[in-house]
């Protein structure tokens, strides 16, 4: 177990994320939601991009996990789908890259083996980013440090669910022996503490707490149904 490792048992990593044409897009930006995410009692934090790790690494005194979302034409695989990504990770100083671990073919036949040697080559700390049991046990196999649900549900052999697959949390806990962080559609502190419940190691919260469009967009349908019933009732 890693020190990196250890300061994630027990605790919330915040996912502080924003696309390109998204309002808080920008390295700066995220920065700054990392330290609110840090004052708030975050364990680390996830970023994507080379640029959002530096300045992050540079706001707060929290472990960064890091990975690069980067589309191929040739595969549906994303993040961290190629050697490159890797190494733009190691050279902005990410403490742990997350890569997708999952079964498709990666971009230009590249395979997950590669990844996961060159990151034991380099003393790269690897956190795989799964979709299904089957996926989780063979990352396992491979060496990598931690297991994430994270893609559960965004493949198209995995369950679509509303919420986090808390099902898959407790399976992949019984089968390996690597530490497993729930990650996923959580939008409810009630969901985190269940995830515990199930064995998760570390839960990860990106979007209920880092996208305001969209925590905005839920309150606003809430209004809206409101509304929708009451004039149903006049």
């Given amino acids: 177990m890693t020190p990196v490792i250890e300061k994630l048992q027990a605790g919330l990593i915040v996912s502080c994320q924003a696309l390109p044409g998204e309002p808080l897009h920008g390295a700066e930006v995220m920065?700054?939601?990392?330290?609110?995410?840090?004052?708030?009692?975050?364990?680390?934090?996830?970023?994507?991009?080379?640029?959002?790790?530096?300045?992050?690494?540079?706001?707060?005194?929290l472990p960064v996990i890091g990975l690069v979302k980067r589309q191929y034409e040739d595969s549906e695989v994303y993040i961290t789908p190629t050697l490159r990504e890797m190494e733009e990770l190691e050279e902005a100083?990410?403490?742990?890259?997350?890569?997708?671990?999952?079964?498709?073919?990666?971009p230009?036949?590249?395979?997950?083996?590669?990844?996961?040697?060159?990151?034991?080559?380099?003393?790269?700390?690897?956190?795989?980013?799964?979709?299904?049991?089957?996926?989780?046990?063979?990352?396992?196999?491979l060496g990598v440090h931690c297991i994430s649900t994270t893609l559960s549900g965004?493949?198209?052999?995995?369950?679509?669910?509303?919420?986090?697959?808390?099902?898959?949390?407790?399976?992949?806990?019984?089968?390996?022996?690597?530490?497993?962080?729930?990650?996923?559609?959580?939008?409810?502190?009630?969901?985190?503490?269940?995830?515990?419940?199930?064995?998760a190691y570390a839960v990860v919260v990106g979007s209920a707490i880092t996208r305001p469009q969209l925590i905005t967009q839920r309150f606003a349908e809430a209004a809206r149904r409101a509304v929708i019933s009451n004039h149903g009732h006049e």
């Fill in 31 to 61: 920065a700054k939601m990392a330290l609110a995410a840090q004052e708030g009692g975050a364990v680390a934090i996830r970023a994507n991009g080379a640029a959002d790790v530096r300045a992050i690494k540079k706001a707060v005194a």
């Fill in 154 to 199: 965004y493949t198209s052999y995995s369950p679509a669910m509303e919420g986090p697959h808390l099902e898959l949390i407790q399976e992949i806990v019984g089968h390996v022996k690597v530490p497993v962080i729930a990650e996923g559609r959580i939008q409810e502190p009630s969901q985190v503490e269940e995830a515990f419940r199930r064995g």
């Fill in 93 to 106: 100083g990410a403490d742990m890259i997350a890569i997708d671990a999952t079964h498709r073919p990666r």
């Fill in 108 to 141: 230009g036949g590249g395979s997950l083996e590669e990844l996961i040697c060159f990151a034991k080559s380099r003393s790269l700390l690897c956190m795989a980013d799964i979709s299904t049991l089957e996926e989780a046990r063979y990352a396992a196999s």
